[in-house]
């Protein structure tokens, strides 16, 4: 690994929780940025980092074999869209899907909780990043009851256990996409209260942010303290070597996107991507077919018939 991909390595271990038992929320400043005093400096790790991005991406895309599955969660205005953005900036899009789960539909809700997510997620060769995820069924619908209650669940199966059951239904659902090639890297974005409510505020102030403001996030800011305890025990159940999750501070965004591409540069790192190699009977009939198109003669007919026709 050369220095700079090892410094961005470090970077993102800073932020990596890893076997998560004895988590801690409040061991994470959402201001912190990490060394980086201001975002000029940090541009051009940035730039370099999403650029190394898009070259890692064309070889996962070639070799086809390790799929690599990004999950973002956080509270409104925490800058989930502008992160997959900016990181995704340098990535083909025909190597890499996003999907943003909503509320749940009927059809959906019809279903186990992490069927609509499953038939998403991505296929070898390819980053799937998932905005939101199933962790809003211990997230929003651990935080409001009633949404549970419309789940629709048998009711003898909705015990106090409800939330260690489905902690230990994901921990062993990302250890089974782990054992088949899916690597899963999962990040929540932490933004301070304070910061979101500026962020509001310039969603009002200004015309083109209008769109994106809406008085149900507002509302949900009274739940604050039930969702951060909701995220510190997710946390904790859920963040496992194989399937780790980044707390990565969210108060400024330029730092948010650099722990970001670089986790998923670490990601990558590891997987010894590379291009196929041809085989030396495949490199005979490659130079075959070069020699015979090289050789072929132009059809003139072909030609003069297409010039007849205009
Ligand atoms: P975002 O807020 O992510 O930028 P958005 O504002 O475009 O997206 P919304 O219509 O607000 O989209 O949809 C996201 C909402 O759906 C969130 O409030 C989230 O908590 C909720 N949601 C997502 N998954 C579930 C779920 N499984 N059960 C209940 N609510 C869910
Ligand atoms: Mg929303």
Known sequence: MNKWLHRAAKLAEAFQVGDGKRFRLASIDPRDTGGFDSKRKSQAHLARAIRLLGEL???LYAQDRWALLLIFQAMDAAGKDSTIKHVMSGVNPQGCQVYSFKAPSDEELDHDFMWRTTYRLPERGRIGIFNRSYYEEVLVVRVHPEILARERL???LVTRDIWRERYEDINAFERYLTRNGTIVRKFFL???PDEQRERFLARLDEPGKNWKFSLADVRERNHWADYMDAYEAMIRHTSTADAPWYVVPADHKWFTRL???SAILEALAFLDL???TVEPDRLK????A???LANEAPDVSAAERARGST
């Not at 009939?285 to 075959?288: D, H, K, N």
């Open 57 to 59: 991406q064309e070889k």
């Open 154 to 156: 048998p009711a003898r």
């Open 190 to 192: 932490h933004v301070s």
């Open 259 to 261: 722990v970001v591409v």
């Open 274 to 276: 590379a291009f196929p």
């Open 285 to 288: 009939e490659l130079e075959a």
């Open 290 to 292: 070069r020699v015979a």
